[in-house]
């Protein structure tokens, strides 16, 4: 490799002395437009690191001499929007849940509300549209554990399911074979029992009566002699075809033997009173409510 410069025959320009393998790398210096730029957005970066938040600190940052936060700014457009709102919200929070779905503008007003926030805070289990997953109930139709009706899903939207709450609903599936109460042959033949009440295929040789025997010991204080539920302790209808965490047998028998605990978190003191109205008509008029 050679380092002396010199003039490039074919070309006429200079060289920068540097050639490998026969090869001369011209001197061909950027644009000057090029050059003055890339000088510029230096300038520009220094002057930006000046007047806008831009270096991180121990415990914090610098804040520049402009001052600007897009938190800021986005918590100032959030309390412009509360106050648009604030004079419609306060008729809402003072108007009862029925006044509220008999107010057409009132009644869009806290659908509108209800919306986003269910979909901040209970889509993630309900799904966007409510319509439940295994063991998430879906909203959408008319079969409610704990009660559909405006108040009674006001007090599960407030107080929850097995929340620890001292005001949440309590009632609870019990493990019926892992607690000992049941053999396995009994728990599979209440399982076909229970299937059979819906009209589900059951297993062969499978014995109706001792099934229905089982069920009226142990399963009738809670899902009713007619196994129709009971709201007051949040025991489902066995009669319909509606199931939280499946039909088939094999997943009947791991209810029947470990029970279900689900936990419907309480809401109150985490939204605000307004809030957890607009919800609860937002919920209600899904399609289920009753």
């Not at 919200?89 to 007003?109: H, N, Q, R, Y």
């Not at 074979?177 to 033949?189: A, N, Q, S, Y």
């Not at 028998?253 to 919800?279: F, H, Q, S, Y």
Request: proline share 4%; hydrophobic share 40%; net charge negative.
């Amino acid at each position: 490799m050679s380092e002396h410069s010199e003039i490039d025959q074919p070309s006429g320009r200079s060289t920068t002395g540097h050639e490998w393998d026969g090869i001369k790398e011209l001197n061909t210096p950027l644009p000057r437009w090029w050059v003055l730029s890339f000088y510029a957005t230096i300038l520009w970066a220094i002057g930006y690191w000046v007047v806008y938040p831009a270096w991180p600190l121990v415990s914090g940052y610098t804040t520049g001499l402009f001052h600007y936060s897009t938190r800021a700014s986005v918590a100032g457009d959030l309390a412009d929007l509360e106050r648009l709102r604030g004079e419609k919200m306060a008729v809402l929070g003072t108007a009862s849940l029925g006044d509220i779905e008999k107010d057409p503008a009132l009644l869009a007003l806290a659908r509108a509300r209800g919306k986003t926030v269910f979909a901040d805070n209970c889509a993630p289990c309900h799904g966007s549209g409510g319509a439940g997953a295994k063991g998430f109930p879906n909203l959408n139709d008319d079969d409610w554990l704990w009660g559909g009706s405006l108040d009674q899903i006001m007090q599960t939207i407030q107080f929850g399911a097995r929340s620890g709450h001292a005001k949440a609903h309590e009632g609870q599936m019990l493990a019926f074979g892992r607690d000992g109460m049941l053999k396995r042959d009994e728990i599979v033949t209440v399982a076909n029992y229970v299937r059979s009440l819906s009209g589900l295929s059951t297993a062969p040789n499978f014995d109706a009566t001792a099934g229905k025997k089982i069920f009226a010991e142990n399963c009738a204080t809670c899902h009713g002699e007619n196994a129709k539920g009971n709201q007051e302790v949040g025991a489902p209808n066995l009669t319909d075809q509606i199931w939280l965490y499946g039909s088939d047998e094999a997943t009947l028998i791991e209810t029947l033997t470990n029970g279900r605990a689900g936990v419907m978190p309480a809401w109150v003191g985490r939204l605000d009173p307004v809030t957890i109205k607009a919800l609860t008509v937002y919920v209600h008029s899904l399609g289920g409510g009753k």
